[in-house]
């Protein structure tokens, strides 16, 4: 893609129109009014064009009162505690600074005779596009840019912000994405985040734009451009956080195994084979279902249950519920012209429209309920800008909470046509990315409204999204490749989307397209699924990992009980997740910034503060592992390892490489089949402390630490949890007392 900067005017400050108690505006030589302004601390706003398309709520406007000074005259800086941004008006310049360092600023790409070759902000002639361009030093990385299955540092990319209904994870199109990025330097970290529901094209380096510049293009009216500054990268999600919101807390239930049993033909098959897996002890927690498991497929027209006006019947969610397991129903936005409530939505005007005000006719291709094709299916699409069409299909699930059901699955979205319009008179252009996170919103809205109390808080399994998208978790992305190329960019879209401020991401065991998966890659894809804050597995014979033979049951069997062990830890770390918007899958450059030795590495992972993953990624058993700073055991041979160094390590297929944290403890619970057996007033069994305890204990209910004379220190416990070392435990004295559940 070539970009011409001669195509772009640019915007210089001709004088400013005043400043206000949270920033300053200016009049430009384009006749575009200028604005920036602080939102909080470490968080600027720079605003260029008028305002003209609807306002979707992905941020939270908060003005923030700061300093405004002139000084040298034409430069004015905008100060809020440690970090200022510097604006020089001609021509026009930007500095983000964190303690009196520059973090980064506009591009310093120069012509022959000195004059800047890229505008710092410009406005396409032809107007309905907008460029920015800002320097990048030599060697920095830059994370973020949400679900995308390529290398997680993007310098050199071209990377485009623009949802795409499912690509198997093979080139840089993804179902979710967010315009936001980051880099961490010795001096502190920046960050950008772009505020449009527009296409954004980002040159992060690109040596056919510039091998030194950020530069980003954006397909809207308006410029509205967030800059950042945080001293780390867990700083920098927590800033985002500020702008987007965070995201909310989970309930325990939905860490656990998530089966998918959308291709099941009948109700019976699914009882049976719930049935089945619990006879069979594969622990889990909640069943998927989709429209053919209750009813026939041609009487759904290819519909969601919502969408048929069909709930499922509540003796089948009884029965399931009965097996412990939630009920999650998958559904989508498009409703079937052929279906009984198209002329009835269309007449509410509930439809997005077409050029001529007639509803927006889509095809689409649906599924039988054994997987196979049929004819493809024309639908209307769910129009959510309008607030009565949000709230009749928010209201309308009420019947499916009435009957049982625990959480809602969004399906598809993802591909809105252009020339399709809403009712808010946004085109399909722009209402194209936003979309997802609007069904989703609603979506969230109902389970919300409609849960039982024992299932809250509220939960829904997320396809794709737009930046927003993490306040109504959790996410899955997009389906893998079976294979273990399929394997690795399931991993790095998942670390992806935790450095853009998806803090959950639910790992699809085993892929979603292509030749079913050996057993060999079906275990090592459950193996790293273990450590994921979510994860969820198509529950048939050609697909589960249990279902391929005696050896990959009994391996399964043994990892989803470790699974369930982790639970007590998980938990922790999706709070902290909710609290931070640190993901429980954090990447090596977030966990370890500035770190030479991993920052460059996307084939492992820490889960949560505890652990680190160093994932299988190929057949053999073998992986190269790199240590971080500290020391660390292997949890298999409790082998004590140095930091900054690299490992060959192999691993038999009933083992896995994970590592635990010298100074961390690991809490863990009882093997249970799914969560309704933990005991929430006791739900510790174990506590595995690796080496001598240094980080905090708090927050594992049963256990605290106390320093006592020279350094020593007593572990209070509960009676019945047992306590494991692993290497020294010198100095640490064991005290079993009883203790207050409640502290």
Not at 100 to 109: F, H, K, N, R
Not at 348 to 376: C, F, H, N
Not at 678 to 685: A, E, M, S, V, Y
Request: aromatic share 8%.
């Amino acid at each position: 893609m070539s970009l011409d900067p001669a195509e772009y005017l640019r915007l210089d400050g001709q004088g400013s129109l005043g400043a206000t108690a949270s920033g300053i505006a200016f009049a430009t030589a384009t006749g575009d009014v200028l604005e920036a302004s602080c939102c909080a601390p470490g968080v600027f706003r720079v605003r260029a064009g008028p305002v003209t398309g609807p306002d979707y709520a992905i941020v939270h406007d908060n003005a923030h009162a700061c300093s405004v000074a002139q000084s040298p005259p034409g430069t004015w800086t905008l100060a809020v505690e440690d970090v200022a941004l510097e604006i020089v008006a001609t021509p026009l310049r930007l500095r983000l600074l964190y303690k009196g360092v520059a973090l980064i600023q506009s591009a310093t790409d120069a012509r022959h005779d000195g004059t800047p070759h890229w505008p710092t902000i410009g406005r396409s002639r032809h107007g309905g596009q907008w460029v920015a361009a800002l320097s990048l030093a030599s060697g920095a990385a830059v994370y973020g840019f949400g679900e995308k299955s390529g290398p997680l540092d993007k310098r050199g990319l071209l990377v485009e912000s623009q949802v795409e209904e499912d690509s198997g994870g093979n080139n840089s199109a993804s179902p979710g994405n967010v315009p936001f990025a980051w880099s961490a330097g010795p001096a502190g970290t920046w960050g950008v985040f772009v505020h449009s529901p527009g296409r954004v094209m980002h040159g992060v380096g690109v040596p056919q734009w510039s091998q030194r510049s950020y530069i980003f293009t954006v397909d809207d009216d308006a410029l509205d451009v967030f800059l950042l500054a945080a001293d780390t990268p867990a700083g920098m999600l927590e800033r985002y956080a500020i702008v987007t919101g965070r995201a909310p807390a989970v309930p325990l239930w939905s860490l656990g195994l998530w089966l998918g049993c959308e291709s099941h033909a009948s109700a019976e098959a699914t009882l049976a084979s719930v049935s089945e897996l619990r006879q069979r002890q594969i622990p889990f927690d909640a069943v998927t279902l989709g429209p053919g498991a209750v009813t026939p497929p041609e009487e759904l027209a290819g519909a969601s249950a919502t969408q048929g006006g069909v709930a499922y019947g509540s003796p089948v969610i009884e029965k399931i519920n009965a097996e412990h397991a939630r009920v999650c129903a998958r559904e989508s936005p498009y409703v079937p012209v052929a279906g009984p409530l198209f002329h009835e939505l269309a007449a509410r005007g509930y439809l997005l429209i077409d050029g001529t005000g007639q509803p927006y006719i889509q095809p689409r291709e649906r599924s039988t309920a054994d997987g196979g094709k049929v004819a493809t299916v024309e639908c209307g699409i769910v129009d959510f800008t309008r607030a009565d069409a949000f709230d009749w299909w928010r209201d309308a699930h009420a019947m499916l909470f009435d009957d049982g059901v625990a959480a809602l699955a969004s399906d598809e979205g993802g591909d809105i046509p252009e020339d399709a319009y809403a009712a808010n008179g946004d085109s399909g252009r722009h209402l194209h990315n936003v979309y997802p996170l609007l069904y989703q919103r609603c979506l969230y809205e109902a389970t919300t409204h409609f849960q039982r109390p024992e299932d809250a808080p509220p939960v829904i399994v997320a396809s794709g999204g737009w930046a927003g998208s993490q306040g109504q978790p959790v996410a899955t992305g997009g389906a893998a490749q079976r294979d273990w190329e399929g394997l690795a960019s399931t991993l790095r879209s998942a670390l992806s989307a935790g450095m853009s401020g998806v803090p959950y991401r639910s790992i699809a065991i085993g892929g979603g397209w292509g030749p079913p998966p050996s057993p060999e890659l079906a275990l090592r894809w459950l193996q790293l699924a273990v450590f994921a804050s979510h994860l969820h597995v198509r529950n048939d014979s050609a697909h589960a990992p249990w279902a391929l033979g005696e050896a990959a049951e009994a391996i399964t069997r043994k990892w989803l009980a470790f699974r369930y062990r982790l639970l007590p830890y998980l938990q922790q770390a999706a709070d902290h997740a909710a609290a931070t918007s640190l993901p429980v899958m954090r990447a090596m450059p977030l966990a370890f910034p500035g770190n030479a030795l991993t920052r460059h590495v996307e084939t492992q992972f820490m889960c949560g503060d505890s652990l680190l993953v160093a994932p299988i990624l190929e057949a053999g058993g073998e992986v190269e592992i790199v240590l971080p700073p500290g020391a660390w055991y292997d949890l298999n041979s409790r082998q004590r390892f140095p930091g900054q160094r690299v490992l060959r390590y192999r691993a038999a297929l009933d083992q896995f490489p994970v590592f635990g944290r010298e100074g961390y403890a690991l809490p863990l619970g009882k093997a249970v089949a799914h969560t309704g057996e933990i005991d929430p007033l006791r739900p510790l069994d174990a506590l595995w402390m690796f080496g001598r305890p240094q980080a905090p204990l708090a927050g594992y209910v049963q256990a605290a630490i106390g320093a006592g004379p020279g350094g020593a220190m007593t572990l209070d416990v509960a009676p019945d949890l047992a306590v494991e070392f692993f290497g020294d435990a010198a100095g640490v004295a064991i005290a079993r007392r009883p203790l207050d559940p409640e502290a």
